[in-house]
T-cell receptor
Framework: QQQVKQSPQSLIVQKGGISIINCAYE??????FPWYQQFPGKGPALLIA?????SEKKEGRFTISFNKSAKQFSLHIMDSQPGDSATYFC????????????FGAGTRLAVHP | NAGVTQTPKFQVLKTGQSMTLQCAQD?????MSWYRQDPGMGLRLIHY???????DQGEVPNGYNVSRSTTEDFPLRLLSAAPSQTSVYFC?????????FGPGTRLTVT
């Protein structure tokens, strides 16, 4: 049973455009929602994370939007750059269960110049 | 700090062979985990440890063993490799919610 569903599987965006990746979760006990960025040949690295007490969190060009009632969250990358080309994973866990991070399937983003 | 290190980077095994994937961290983190990454499936938790001497199973533990004798090291053992274990393996450590991942080991079982 896939507890975190991520879409799209792949995404092509022109330089300067907005990249949007969506995730939906099932377990209402989840209260920590990170996004990880992975470049080819590297391990994932934390990009930005949100907790359900806020609806939006912004760090530079990266924004998480969170909809608790719909059990959905999304990553927006503004002014997308070729250097943003990577695979992005959403994930979810709950306090006291950070060891059991549940990942989405991943989205491969390509930003064309 | 080197962070989380993994060896080897690549490995090819024949079915039935055994091997140990090494993982070490120098951040003095209590918590360490092993994940496998397969296309279209994200990362799935194999085993994790909450401190030296304490380990537990994750989502996909079958075919894998772990032990944690020191805070720094968390090796993953494949006792009898199967083609289904062909994957990229990531070790991670954490203190708080953020996981720090190693560079991965790409394992092929033929």
């Amino acid at each position: 049973q896939q507890q975190v569903k991520q879409s799209p599987q792949s995404l092509i965006v022109q330089k300067g455009g907005i990249s949007i990746i969506n995730c939906a979760y099932e377990n209402t006990a989840f209260d920590y929602f990170p996004w990880y960025q992975q470049f080819p040949g590297k391990g994932p690295a934390l990009l930005i994370a949100i907790r359900p007490d806020v609806s939006e969190k912004k760090e530079g060009r990266f924004t998480i939007s969170f909809n608790k009632s719909a059990k959905q969250f999304s990553l927006h990358i503004m002014d997308s750059q070729p250097g943003d080309s990577a695979t992005y994973f959403c994930a979810a866990s709950y306090s006291g269960g950070y060891n059991k991070l549940i990942f989405g399937a991943g989205t491969r983003l390509a930003v064309h110049p | 700090n080197a962070g989380v290190t993994q060896t080897p980077k690549f490995q090819v095994l024949k079915t039935g062979q055994s091997m140990t994937l090494q993982c070490a961290q120098d951040m003095n983190h209590e918590y360490m985990s092993w994940y496998r990454q397969d296309p279209g499936m994200g990362l799935r938790l194999i085993h994790y440890s909450v401190g030296a001497g304490i380990t537990d199973q994750g989502e996909v533990p079958n075919g894998y063993n772990v032990s944690r004798s020191t805070t720094e090291d968390f090796p993953l053992r494949l006792l009898s490799a199967a083609p289904s274990q062909t994957s990229v393996y990531f070790c991670a450590s954490r203190q708080g919610p953020e996981q720090y991942f190693g560079p991965g080991t790409r394992l092929t079982v033929t």
